[in-house]
């Protein structure tokens, strides 16, 4: 998968859930959270790994330990492991620090200029909490 076809995906997820992927306390983002919602990284992966990520961890972090249980259905093309993993730390920053439509969008537009990524899709977003 290119950064863009990853990028888009996410971007389409999070237009479609509209929300953070939050534990049932709603206090920690979480890779499957209840109603079927996922977080940025975790829409990427099979729920089976999401469902065991979130039995590993406390809450959705995104770091090397993950990135060695994750990185076979992760891999970007002409990418190094280690851009690959800064990449999608970026994107999951953005959907685990993200309260309000304006942060998500900005976050989301200043990572496809970082990345050199078309960002026309992040307009798909119009709702987020």
């Not at 953005?94 to 899709?121: C, G, P, Q, R, Y």
């Amino acid at each position: 998968m290119t950064k863009q076809e990853a990028f888009d995906r996410v971007v389409a997820h999070m237009a479609q859930q509209g929300e953070r992927s939050m534990n049932d306390a709603g206090k920690f983002c979480v890779y499957a959270g209840p109603k079927g919602h996922a977080c940025a990284v975790g829409c990427l992966l099979p729920v089976d790994l999401r469902i065991q990520l979130d039995t590993l961890l406390e809450a959705a972090v995104f770091n090397e330990g993950v990135w060695d249980l994750v990185k076979s259905h992760l891999a970007l093309e002409d990418e190094s492991e280690a851009d690959s993993l800064r990449f999608y730390w970026h994107l999951q920053l953005a959907h685990d620090t993200s309260l309000e439509l304006e942060t998500v969008i900005s976050k989301l537009t200043l990572l496809a200029t970082t990345w050199n990524l078309d960002a026309s899709k992040i307009s798909t977003i119009t709702q987020w909490s």
